[in-house]
């Protein structure tokens, strides 16, 4: 197997697009070789030394989620993304990245699921994420106790609060607020818009 491939294998090899390995070298986090025509070459037993190691093949693979609550903050969901991209290519984990956009209560988003759906069915060996809470409000330990089950190790790169917990949190309470008091006074009633501007200012006030 040849160590020195163009960006275009390196990409592959690492499971990224040529763009991020691009942003990568831009920001000085991969420095690639040159040949003597001034051709940039990757040296594969740098950033996928297993690949020149005899190791045991799993089958499963590494699957790293990314999550935000709202459109509004897609440049935290990007930021999100090349953290986890730039952590497994420097593990040199092949690895699918998955992402939602979704509040944090919602069980349904179509990631999520598919997320679930893998690891249940033994696809998945590993799972990497930023926070707990990128993954769900709450539940998030249920997963976890579902990845135990399934022989699936969780990676949490910060065991810290999250940079938008506090913004996030206040949306995932005011959409609690919104469900159920929808049902105890009707969507539409005065009284049940009357509780959501007082709710949303409070928020507004805390955030």
Known sequence: MKRLVSIGEAAKALGVSIT???????SGRLVPEHTA?????YDLAKLRPEMFRAEEDTGR???AYARVSSHD??????????????YCAQQGWTFELISDLGSGMNYHKKGLKRLLDAIIDGE????????????????????FAICEAREVEVVILNQGEDATF????????LEIIT??????YGSRSRK????????????????
């Open 61 to 63: 693979r590494t699957v």
């Open 124 to 143: 998945v060996g590993r799972l990497v994420i930023t926070h707990k809470d990128r993954l769900l409000r709450f539940g998030a330990e249920l997963v």
């Open 179 to 184: 469900v159920f008091s929808a049902r105890l």
């Open 73 to 86: 903050q897609k440049e935290d969901l990007e930021r999100q993304k090349q953290v986890l991209e730039l």
């Open 166 to 173: 506090e913004e996030d949190l206040a949306k995932d309470v």
């Open 192 to 207: 049940n818009q009357k509780l959501l501007d007082g709710v949303k200012k409070a928020v507004e006030d805390a955030t």
């Open 37 to 41: 025509g001034g051709h940039r070459r």
């Open 20 to 26: 991020t390995l691009r942003r990568w070298e831009a």
